[in-house]
């Protein structure tokens, strides 16, 4: 399993763009999922930087969390509102894995509570979704051309420029 550290390291580029966009955006982020029918779905969420995991929570009992319970595949897309995406995009890719870790839930809850006010403490989830990050990469527009920066987890990032 690819965990948010462990992919910070092996790609600090596409990282970077990831976080920079996620803070700008007010941490929303647009999540594809596939529906029972085999289409996509995309929607919007709040994933979060916690611990050594990128948590993919929100509310239960949502189509997108049973797309997810039923195939963990997903990919997490930066929202962009500038269409020259001036200040970069970015997207992660790879599987859903639920930790059912009370101790690791109660530590999300307190932090979540103590930085957005959203109290979720005391409460058991039926499932605890983190990212086993597969993938990912950035786009980003510099001296008069793009920069695409790919990453695929046993790989090293690669940068392909288009002037």
Known sequence: ???WSEFTKAAPRIAEVFVRRHTATGNLCMLATLRSDGFPRISPMEPRMFEEHLVVGGMPNTT???DLHRDPRFTLH???VDTHVSDGDAKIWGTVVDVP???LHRRFTDV???TTGFDLRGREFPYF???DILGGSAVE???GGLTITVWKRGEDERVIRKD
């Open 1 to 3: 399993m690819t965990t």
């Open 64 to 66: 997108k969390f049973a």
């Open 78 to 80: 930066t929202a962009t």
């Open 101 to 103: 870790d009370p101790a």
């Open 112 to 114: 979540l509570y103590e």
């Open 129 to 131: 979704y983190v990212a």
């Open 141 to 143: 527009i510099a001296d």
